[in-house]
């Protein structure tokens, strides 16, 4: 399936949760989703790292997912209301993205000032081997992101997806993976520990309200500086239903 233009991006990545639900049901009575079907869902790490200050709030880091399909973009603010991938275009190699908040006019944010990550698919043309600039605006705030290609993947930006989850590092000891489920049913992270090239996340299991759709899910796991080793790194789901391994890419 061809991924949408410009044009046709801004409609799809504002589902709502109940067309999101809609389209899942045509996507259980056989219709293929692509990787633009986003939505804005995220778990984000819960704490503000030591070191960071108020200057570091405004900076934006990034990571290409789902195999070269997908990017997820870093941002600073309340944990409770995650940024949506909005509008989406590129020129060559240059993706301009454009992000808004989090969709829900009656939603409270919360104080704190967590790291959140918001989901977008790359235009068909981008070539996920090759270096990719993403530049990114989120209110008043513009950063441009430089991303290197990996020559490893193998999806075509606008293809369908695989559905499988995926990894990318987006900054020392800190990884975006991307799940996919329930929009409603985010994965709750238990435990991290990790150590040389590999680690370990244990996700919750719980017996909660679940939306039908079939939705991809940022979230961002912290090992910490100098805790792990970022080359050929294998990361361990336990629980959740997630239960696997994933290559980190990046």
Same mark, same amino acid.
């Given at each position: @399936? &061809? $991924?949408p233009t410009r044009a046709a991006f801004r409609p799809a990545t504002a589902l709502s949760v109940a067309a999101l639900s809609a389209a899942a049901l045509l996507l259980l009575a056989g219709c293929t989703a692509g990787p633009s079907a986003t939505a804005p869902s995220s778990t984000p790490v819960p704490s503000t790292p030591s070191g960071a200050d108020g200057d570091d709030f405004d900076d934006m880091e990034a990571t $290409? +997912? /789902?195999d070269g399909r997908m990017f997820a973009v870093v941002t600073w603010g309340s944990s409770t209301c995650v940024p949506q991938v /909005? #509008? *989406?275009s590129a020129n060559g190699q240059t993706v301009t993205v454009g992000l808004v908040g989090s969709g829900d006019a009656d939603a409270v944010c #919360? &104080? /704190? @000032? &967590?790291?959140?990550a918001s989901i977008g698919g790359l235009p068909e043309g981008v070539d996920p081997t090759k270096e990719i600039t993403l530049q990114v605006t989120y209110? /008043? *705030?513009t950063d441009d992101v430089d991303l290197d290609g990996d020559a490893s993947f193998t999806g075509a930006p606008g293809s369908s997806t695989e559905y #499988? %989850?995926?990894a990318g590092w987006f900054d020392d000891g800190s990884l975006v993976l991307l799940t996919w489920g329930s929009s409603g049913? +985010? %994965?709750i992270v238990e435990g991290i520990e990790g150590s040389g090239a590999s680690g370990t996340v244990t996700f919750a299991d719980d017996d909660r309200a679940c939306t039908m759709d079939m939705a991809p899910r940022a979230t961002i796991i912290a090992f910490g500086d100098d805790q792990v080793e970022d080359d050929d790194f294998t990361l361990n789901l336990v629980g959740g239903g997630l239960d696997g391994t994933v290559q980190v890419r990046g």
């Open positions: @399936m &061809a $991924l $290409l +997912l /789902d /909005d #509008t *989406v #919360t &104080a /704190d @000032m &967590a790291q959140r209110g /008043d *705030v #499988t %989850p995926s049913c +985010l %994965p």
